[in-house]
Every structure is written in C-alpha cells, then in structure tokens.
C-alpha cells in the first residue's frame, strides 16, 4: 500500500533505534526514500546496526551515542542531524527502560530510571526540536512509542505506565499548542511486539508469555513490519490531518481487556447449550 518514495526527503531521528521495535521502524523508512539518525547509549551496537541497515536498504544512517536523560547530550544529537542532513523533519520517541516488579518492592532510584528515559527524554527531545523547528518556521512531526496501558494503567509495571501516560499527555497538550506551527504529534499503543529487550525483561518465561498471548482476540502476538508500516503512514505527509491522537495496534488486546463479559469465553459450549435450554423451557 507504501509507494516507493513516500518519506524520501524527510529526515528521522529514531531514539532507541538500534535494537527491536526501533530498528524495525528504521528499516522501513529507508526503505521508503528517508533519511535517519538512531539514537542510544551504545554507541558500538548503533554503528554495527547502522551499517548493516545501510547495506540491506541503500539509504544513510546516522549512529550517535547519548542518554536521552541528558538534556545537553539532546542538544548534541539535533546539532549532529543538523550538521549531516541539513535539517530534521520528524521524531520518534521511541528509547524506553521497562522492568516487572511489585510496586512497593521498588526504590525511588527505580522509578526515576523509568520516568527519566521514558519521560524525560520523550520531553527534552520534543521540546528542543519543537523550539528548533519554530524558530526556523519549519513543519515537522513526533510520534511517540506509549503502550496500551498509558491511558489504563497497569499494575507491575508501574513506573512505565506513570511515564507513558505522561507521554500521551505531552502528544495530546502539544497538538493544541503547536497545531499552528504546523508540528503534528501522534503516539502509538503497540501490545505485545517480541523483542529481544522488552521479552528479556518482562516475559521472562513461557508460561507468562502464553499468559499475553491469550488475551489477544486475533490470536496472535504482533509483527514487526506492521507497526513499522503504521509509524511510516504517521510520519508521512499523507497523515497530515492527524495529530494529537493514540492510535492502537494490539491485536484487540486493551478493548477485549476492557470488555467485562469477555470473561465468557471461558465457558464451553456444553453449558451455552444448557443455558439456551433452559431459556427455552422458560418459555
Ligand atoms: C527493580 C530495578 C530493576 C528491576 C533496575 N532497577 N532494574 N528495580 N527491578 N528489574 C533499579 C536499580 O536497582 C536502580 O535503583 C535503578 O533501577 C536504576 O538501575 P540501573 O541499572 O542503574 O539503571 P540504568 O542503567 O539507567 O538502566 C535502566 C533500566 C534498564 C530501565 C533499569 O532495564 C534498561 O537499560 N532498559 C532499557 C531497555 C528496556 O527496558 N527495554 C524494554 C522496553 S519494553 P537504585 O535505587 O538501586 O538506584 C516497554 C513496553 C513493553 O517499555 C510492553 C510489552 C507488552
Ligand atoms: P528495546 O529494544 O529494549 O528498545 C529500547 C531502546 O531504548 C534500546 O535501543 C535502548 O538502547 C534505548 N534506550 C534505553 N535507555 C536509553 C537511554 N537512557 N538513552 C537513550 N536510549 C536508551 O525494546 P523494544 O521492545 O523495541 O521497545 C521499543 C519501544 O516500544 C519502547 O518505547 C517500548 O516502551 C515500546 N513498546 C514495546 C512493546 C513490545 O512489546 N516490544 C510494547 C509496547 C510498547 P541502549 O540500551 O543502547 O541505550
């Protein structure tokens, strides 16, 4: 449905896009004509990534080491983009920090790792390139990787879905301020997407991942290439119409979690036939 070209001249910086979900979405936007900066701590992982990505699509990558909590090292990167592409037209806030645990078993050390990458950096990168963009009367676009419990919530993970909701809420906020600049900003809610960095962490056996597996009404965990196509069509100008929303890609995960008599798939269809019975017989 993409036509070749769709993101040619357009210039991404993609944080955490070195590894996983990340890497993914990069990968598409070369492969759609962009040109892209990843962003993240390790800097040996980002030019081994950035290598192989520019063998596999032809297009250029830019690899550059910060911590996104960093607000001069935020500075930095849009300075390094600027530099080697000429300018920087989108933004996705996509590095993150996860872990599962009982809420009050965690330090205060812990929920500021979380809320620093997540949130944090999700602002000092928003806002340093919205400030840069406005001040060169220059359009552009941020989409932010949230989850699906940014607006619900979620036990175990506490620190994640403080920070996300926090994110949505910057998407949201900014949308209405900077609509008239003509700077878009869109999030995404992606279920359960395997990755290397987030299975490790949070599904760390079989049996709990079975658990995810089964609350997704299309049977099914999500694949890569389809949120890498659902960013591509966010960022490109043929979404221009669209800001300030959370567009989910779950499978059905977060309304079936919703739904209270979802709870009734669990009953088997002997006892659907009894209780047509008896209703029957009610008359
Ligand atoms: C409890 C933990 C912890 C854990 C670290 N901490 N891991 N607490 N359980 N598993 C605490 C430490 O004790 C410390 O607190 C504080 O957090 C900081 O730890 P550091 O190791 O110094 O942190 P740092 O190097 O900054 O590493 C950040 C990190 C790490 C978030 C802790 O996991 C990381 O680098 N993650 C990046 C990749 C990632 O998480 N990817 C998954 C994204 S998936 P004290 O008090 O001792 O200082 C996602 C959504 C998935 O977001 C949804 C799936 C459906
Ligand atoms: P991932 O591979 O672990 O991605 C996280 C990335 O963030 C890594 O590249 C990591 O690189 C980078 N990062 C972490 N801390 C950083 C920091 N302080 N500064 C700069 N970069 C940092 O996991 P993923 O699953 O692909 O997650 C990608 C995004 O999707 C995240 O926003 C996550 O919340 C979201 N998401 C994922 C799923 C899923 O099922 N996979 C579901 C919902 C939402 P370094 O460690 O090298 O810094």
Redesign the pocket.
Same mark, same amino acid.
């Given at each position: 449905m993409f036509r070749d070209g769709l993101l040619a001249d357009k210039v991404v910086v993609v944080t &955490?896009g070195g #590894? &996983?979900l990340g890497r993914s979405m990069v990968e598409r936007f070369l492969q759609l004509g962009a040109r892209v900066a990843i962003a993240s701590?390790r800097l040996e992982r980002l030019e081994r990534e950035a290598a192989a990505l520019e063998e596999a699509t032809g297009g250029e990558v830019l690899p550059f080491a910060l911590?996104v909590?960093d607000p001069e090292a935020v500075k930095a990167l849009f300075d390094a983009v600027e530099a080697r592409f000429g300018g920087i037209d989108a933004l996705v806030n996509n590095?993150? =920090?996860?872990?599962? #645990?009982p809420t009050e078993? @965690? $330090?205060? &050390?812990?929920?500021? +790792? *979380?809320l =620093?990458? *997540?949130l944090h950096g999700s602002v000092y990168c928003t806002l340093e390139l919205g400030r840069r963009w406005i001040a060169a009367g220059r359009s552009g676009t941020v989409l932010s990787?949230a989850? $699906?419990?940014a607006e619900t919530g979620s036990g175990y *993970?506490v620190p #994640?879905a403080v920070a996300?909701a926090g994110v949505v809420s910057l998407t949201r906020s900014l949308a209405g301020e900077w609509g008239k600049y003509g700077i878009r900003l869109n999030a995404i809610a992606? &279920?359960?997407?395997p990755?290397e =960095? +987030?299975w #490790?962490? @949070?599904?760390p056996t079989p049996e709990i991942q079975k658990l995810?597996e089964d609350r997704i009404p299309l049977g099914r965990v999500g694949r890569h290439e389809e949120l890498a196509n659902l960013a591509s069509f966010l960022l490109s100008d043929e979404a221009s119409f669209i800001t300030g929303d959370l567009v989910y890609i779950d499978g059905g995960e977060h309304s079936y979690g919703a739904g209270e008599f979802n709870v009734l798939d669990a009953v088997p269809p002997e006892v659907w036939d009894a209780l047509e019975a008896q209703r029957k017989g009610r008359g």
């Amino acid at each position: 449905m993409f036509r070749d070209g769709l993101l040619a001249d357009k210039v991404v910086v993609v944080t &955490g896009g070195g #590894s &996983g979900l990340g890497r993914s979405m990069v990968e598409r936007f070369l492969q759609l004509g962009a040109r892209v900066a990843i962003a993240s701590r390790r800097l040996e992982r980002l030019e081994r990534e950035a290598a192989a990505l520019e063998e596999a699509t032809g297009g250029e990558v830019l690899p550059f080491a910060l911590d996104v909590r960093d607000p001069e090292a935020v500075k930095a990167l849009f300075d390094a983009v600027e530099a080697r592409f000429g300018g920087i037209d989108a933004l996705v806030n996509n590095a993150a =920090g996860n872990f599962i #645990s009982p809420t009050e078993r @965690l $330090t205060p &050390g812990a929920f500021d +790792a *979380v809320l =620093g990458i *997540v949130l944090h950096g999700s602002v000092y990168c928003t806002l340093e390139l919205g400030r840069r963009w406005i001040a060169a009367g220059r359009s552009g676009t941020v989409l932010s990787i949230a989850t $699906t419990y940014a607006e619900t919530g979620s036990g175990y *993970v506490v620190p #994640s879905a403080v920070a996300k909701a926090g994110v949505v809420s910057l998407t949201r906020s900014l949308a209405g301020e900077w609509g008239k600049y003509g700077i878009r900003l869109n999030a995404i809610a992606p &279920g359960p997407f395997p990755t290397e =960095g +987030a299975w #490790s962490r @949070l599904m760390p056996t079989p049996e709990i991942q079975k658990l995810f597996e089964d609350r997704i009404p299309l049977g099914r965990v999500g694949r890569h290439e389809e949120l890498a196509n659902l960013a591509s069509f966010l960022l490109s100008d043929e979404a221009s119409f669209i800001t300030g929303d959370l567009v989910y890609i779950d499978g059905g995960e977060h309304s079936y979690g919703a739904g209270e008599f979802n709870v009734l798939d669990a009953v088997p269809p002997e006892v659907w036939d009894a209780l047509e019975a008896q209703r029957k017989g009610r008359g």
